[in-house]
């Protein structure tokens, strides 16, 4: 396997008759601000939960920061951050006290943890219901209590899947600048998200996933330059993507075939 | 322009809910898991069926013998011995509910009229309500056979019975629920229940000396009684055999009362629940503190010597059961119930016995007993976890750290517990002698290491999730109830072996030696098995995150 932050080598997951992930081969490089994009049930959530340990490949290597996952995963897991699909929250608990129990799970001390927990919650704009359990926050504020808990121990690589759901435009823009300053501080961040808008402007390199494979993977400037668009004009994400995962559709179905709706 | 749903009636709306309970239930047994579940069920269905059958004989006969004598206040009694189980049954035993939360169907254009009879409907899904029905029946085919004329009668009181039973049934639950969403109420319902418990004490020995008085006494006790629904039931019954048309008709239409009366203020909590009610913590508003400033000695921890993954999973766990109403108020059931026994069955004055038992043969049964009662939430440990169990499998810790953490609180609980136990049986009844107690103490601890390990893989190879603050619904998974049953009763057949072969050799020191050496093994075992466990979750964790996640 070569080096990079995360790396994968035919990573395959089954499920049953399903072939959810075919054989991918993932390369992203330390620092990289990486969109892992592809249409519902393509296997991005899939390819997340693998490459975090939440779900055992069914054949495949994962590489992440040089160590071998299978074989070294504390290790592993010491240096990445989560946000995961339904973001694994404790519920029941207050934001402060989930930020403290994550703290500790990372073996920060009680000080650090204490303190980090305040400073994330008072940037997230969630430490004015210092009593209020998990359960009574809005969606957008479990969003942001989320990456809170993903960045307490200063991870090295950082996985998270749809990030800006729900919250709110000014959260939004903060939280996007922190990713940038992470960024260049040589964290990796690996994102997924529908918001094509989003990838664009925050990610330097893409990879699409349709149907479990991986159908293209580069810079954006790579991709683009693979996609015929209008004179003068920068192709868009959303072309490159629609290109792509476009091709062969002709089983989509027909405006017409809404004529009671529509 | 697109069109709009039609009208659908309340007949079709139920028909509709009902096709959707049979395709959950479908779907779900379809999963390797719920097989194994639907199997432990049937298990229970079977070993709960010869109970509640071998009492429906109990009740036929009893309203045979009642009529065929002309004693109607033991039908009376039955009537009463059935609503209290009914009524009280589920609060202790919320595990045997339906698992499907009906509210959710609020999403849909459902009427007021068909969310209210669907709501009742699922009340009868309910064990007590079945075994009750069961009973009603027996009582019903008893009366029958003493008597056959006056079928039609007990069939238009035991119907009423049962609408009013399910209509109070459905009130109490939604009311608890609502009222123990909130963190206070809880509180205060805590105090109150204990404060209630603690004078029953008081009380206790001199309604235990009026009850030696006079073996009637309970009956004697009846009249007080007669105002209210099993009693009129009852009497109705025996009105009719009296030909006494007017007072069956009056007793009748009390039943009839009652269940109007109480289907009024069901129908007024539904109807909150059709507009949307929502119980959660945030019901209370919470006034916004000002953030206090880090403090100084932060970096202190009282739970210095375990690892912080371990304290931290400690900690976790005794603010999840703080929160949960429920499983604290079934917590704190064990120790005031020990103190009801020793009132009971100990000391010099028993109410029920006639010799008291004595400290040594007490204090074993009790340690039994309170094993019995706490470890079974062991055997689902994560029920609560929700969508937080990814945590434990994102963050860098071995699964064993996890385990340590929720054993050790369980541990925690159960000495407290044992600790309470002990104190009101010495203040009680006495201390049990040296021996005695050195054996039950090691075999507490070969019973509760012995668990610990069983328990953990049955939590992660069978998990359930439970709603938290939910007293409705909840049942853990059916392997999960049997393998509990099993192990605990294999585990009293070899506590009680021992213990019979120490008196039996006449040698009181031989049960502390040899639960001693059991102890010792069981906790070598049970960290022995921590690692293979740390393997077991990771193969099994994605059934874990599917199941508590969903």
């Known amino acids: 396997m070569t080096d990079g932050a995360i790396v994968t080598e035919r990573l395959t997951r089954r499920f049953g008759p399903l072939l959810a992930v075919d054989n991918i081969d993932l390369q992203v490089a330390a620092g990289q601000f990486f969109g892992f994009l592809g249409p519902n049930g393509a296997g991005k959530s899939t390819t997340i939960k693998m490459l975090t340990g939440l779900l055992a490949p069914t054949s495949g290597r994962v590489q992440l920061l040089g160590l071998d996952f299978s074989s070294k995963s504390v290790e592993v897991k010491r240096q990445i951050g989560v946000v995961p699909e339904g973001m694994g929250l404790f519920e029941r608990l207050t934001g402060s006290e989930y930020l403290n129990f994550v703290g500790r799970m990372y073996g920060l001390d009680r000080a650090t943890t204490r303190q980090r927990s305040e400073e994330l919650l008072e940037f997230m704009q969630l430490a004015d219901r210092p009593k209020s359990v998990i359960a009574d926050y809005s969606h957008g504020m479990q969003k942001k209590l989320a990456l809170a808990a993903a960045v307490i121990h200063g991870p090295r690589i950082l996985f998270l899947d749809e990030p800006f759901e729900g919250v709110d435009a000014l959260a939004a823009g903060a939280l996007k600048a922190l990713l940038g300053r992470m960024t260049e501080r040589g964290v990796t961040i690996f994102l997924t998200s529908h918001v094509l ?14 149907k479990g494979r991986l ?18 004009r920068q192709t868009t994400l959303e072309e490159i993507f629609l290109s792509i995962v476009g091709q062969g559709e002709s089983g989509r179905p027909q405006m017409e075939e809404l004529s009671w709706l529509v | 322009m697109a069109g709009v749903a039609g009208k659908l009636g309340v007949a079709g709306q139920i028909r509709l809910v009902a096709e959707l309970r049979w395709r959950i239930l479908r779907n779900h047994l379809r999963r390797k ?3 194994w579940d639907l199997i432990g069920l049937i298990w229970a269905a079977v070993f709960f069926s010869v109970i509640v059958i071998g009492l429906s004989f109990a009740f036929c006969w009893g309203a045979y013998i009642s009529l065929s004598t002309g004693h109607f206040e033991w039908l009376v009694l039955l009537f009463w011995s059935i609503l209290l189980f009914w009524q009280v049954f589920p609060m202790f035993v919320a595990s045997f509910g339906a698992t499907f939360e009906f509210r959710t169907l609020l999403r849909f254009p459902l009427s007021l009229t068909a969310f209210y009879l669907v709501g009742l409907a699922y009340g009868l899904a309910d064990f007590a309500a079945i075994s009750s029905v069961l009973w009603l029946f027996a009582i019903t085919v008893g009366i029958g056979f003493a008597k056959f004329a006056l079928l039609p009668s007990v069939v238009v009181i035991v119907a009423l019975f049962i609408l009013m039973n399910t209509t109070i049934e459905r009130l109490l639950g939604s009311w608890l629920e609502r009222l123990l969403a909130r963190r206070r109420t809880r509180e205060l319902m805590l105090g109150l229940f204990v404060l209630l418990s603690i004078s029953l004490q008081f009380i206790g020995p001199r309604i235990a000396g009026y009850a030696r008085g006079s073996h009637s006494s309970l009956l004697s006790f009846l009249p007080y009684l007669s105002p209210f629904p099993p009693s009129i039931a009852g009497s109705a019954i025996a009105s009719a055999a009296h030909g006494n048309a007017i007072a069956f008709l009056s007793g009748a239409a009390g039943l009839l009362a009652y269940t109007g009366f109480f289907s009024a203020l069901l129908w007024y909590r539904f109807a909150a629940q059709y507009r949307g009610e929502e119980l959660s913590e945030a019901a209370a508003p919470a006034r916004v503190a000002l953030r206090a400033a880090s403090s100084t000695n932060s970096s202190r921890d009282a739970l210095n010597l375990l690892s912080p993954q371990v304290a931290a999973v400690l900690r976790k766990e005794f603010r999840y059961l703080a929160r949960n109403g429920f499983v604290l108020v079934s917590l704190l059931m064990p120790p005031i119930l020990v103190l009801l026994f020793t009132s009971q069955f100990g000391g010099q004055h028993p109410s029920v016995t006639h010799r008291g038992i004595s400290p040594d043969m007490f204090f074993p049964g009790m340690m039994g007993y309170l094993i019995l009662m706490l470890m079974t939430p062991a055997y689902n440990c994560f029920a609560y976890e929700g969508r937080g169990i990814q945590t434990y499998f994102t963050a860098p810790l071995r699964f064993r750290d996890v385990l340590l953490g929720k054993n050790l609180m369980h541990a925690a609980v159960l000495t407290l517990e044992i600790v309470l136990s002990l104190t009101m049986l010495a203040l009680r009844i006495g201390l049990p002698s040296t021996p005695v107690l050195v054996a039950t103490l090691m075999a507490v601890i070969f019973a509760v290491a012995g668990q610990f390990a069983i328990a953990d893989w049955v939590s992660l190879s069978f ?15 059916g392997v999960s109830i049997w393998v509990a049953f099993g192990v605990q009763l294999l585990l009293a057949g070899i506590c009680s072996l021992i213990l019979f072969v120490g008196r ?30 740390t393997n077991v979750a990771e193969k099994k964790k994605e059934i874990l995150i599917e199941t508590l996640s969903r």
């Open chain 1, 215 to 232: 159908v293209a993977q580069g810079s954006l400037d790579e991709l683009r330059a693979g996609i015929a668009g209008e004179e003068g």
């Open chain 2, 463 to 477: 998990p359930r999730k439970l709603e938290f603050g939910s007293m409705r619904g909840q049942r853990s998974s």
């Open chain 2, 33 to 35: 898991n719920s097989r």
């Open chain 1, 197 to 210: 808008e989003i990838v664009e402007r925050l990610c330097s390199h893409v990879a699409i996933i349709h």
């Open chain 2, 504 to 533: 039996w050799t006449n040698n009181p020191w031989l049960p502390a030696e040899v639960f001693t050496g059991l102890a010792a093994a069981s906790i070598a075992g049970y960290f022995a098995t921590l690692d293979a466990l």
